[in-house]
Nanobody, 120 residues
Framework: QVQLVESGGGLVQPGGSLRLSCAAS????????IAWYRQAPGKQRELVAA???????NYIDSVKGRFTISRHNAKNTVYLQMNSLKPEDTAVYYC??????????????WGQGTQVTVSS
């Protein structure tokens, strides 16, 4: 059973924008915080942004002011709006869910990932 599905990745020029979507099952969406992780070539997987069931958000410093995580409750979907994209943002982006999103730990549920490439 598919419970988390990412979409919206693609190729974009530096300075451009992209919006990623994470569609979740209703039970997962209602009960868990949801986060976006990314894995860039030659780098460790990192937590990018997270949102709680109540709508509280957190971001890593490198994306603050550029990325926005949000949730559309009626659609059971979490979004990651990415603006002012940089080549350093190139990575496979993964949606993940768990009761708590804790840096350094592995959430319980994961999507398959979507590729984001920022290049001229």
């Amino acid at each position: 059973q598919v419970q988390l599905v990412e979409s919206g990745g693609g190729l974009v020029q530096p300075g451009g924008s992209l919006r990623l979507s994470c569609a979740a099952s209703g039970s997962i969406f209602r009960s868990n915080a949801i986060a976006w992780y990314r894995q860039a070539p030659g780098k460790q997987r990192e937590l990018v942004a997270a949102i709680t069931t109540g709508g509280s958000t957190n971001y890593i410093d490198s994306v603050k002011g550029r990325f926005t995580i949000s949730r559309h409750n009626a659609k059971n979907t979490v979004y990651l709006q990415m603006n002012s994209l940089k080549p350093e943002d190139t990575a496979v982006y993964y949606c993940a869910a768990d009761f708590r999103i804790v840096p350094g730990t592995v959430p319980n549920y994961w999507g398959q990932g979507t590729q984001v490439t920022v290049s001229s």
